[in-house]
């Protein structure tokens, strides 16, 4: 049986509060679990306890060969019970490529008006210039 550590969601509409719980991973996410060791509520301050985590039921599962989702390796690192690695995603903050295109527009369009004012500006001073 192939166990995970994840998120059971709670509470009411638009007022979620979620379960850390232990389940099959072939169970439905709200549905049959083994265990709950743990709750987070995403709608207190990041500040204050917005996860509570039972440390030593944790690290029995890990033992037990139950992997957690992602959000809860955070949790999990957070509690200094596992390591998660750090992810980097160097081209995240990119735009995609039709924002490149119409960033490359507005360029373009840009510097042909900056150039068409220089020009304007140029003329009318070679002529006062040649009277």
Not at 110 to 120: D, H, R, S, T, V
């Amino acid at each position: 049986m192939s166990l995970k550590i994840r998120l059971a969601r709670a509470g009411s509409k638009k007022r979620p509060y979620y379960h850390v719980v232990i389940a099959d991973v072939r169970s439905p996410r709200d549905g049959r679990f083994i265990e709950i060791i743990g709750a987070w509520n995403p709608m207190l301050p990041k500040d204050g306890e917005r996860v509570k985590l039972d440390a030593d039921r944790a690290r029995h599962w890990l033992a037990n060969g139950a992997l957690p989702t992602d959000r809860v390796a955070r949790f999990l690192d957070e509690a200094g019970v596992s390591k998660r690695d750090a992810r980097s995603n160097p081209t995240k903050g990119t735009p995609g490529k039709k924002a490149q295109e119409r960033a490359a527009a507005i360029k373009q369009a840009q510097e042909e008006a900056a150039a068409a004012l220089a020009a304007a500006n140029a003329a009318p001073a070679e002529e006062a210039s040649a009277e």
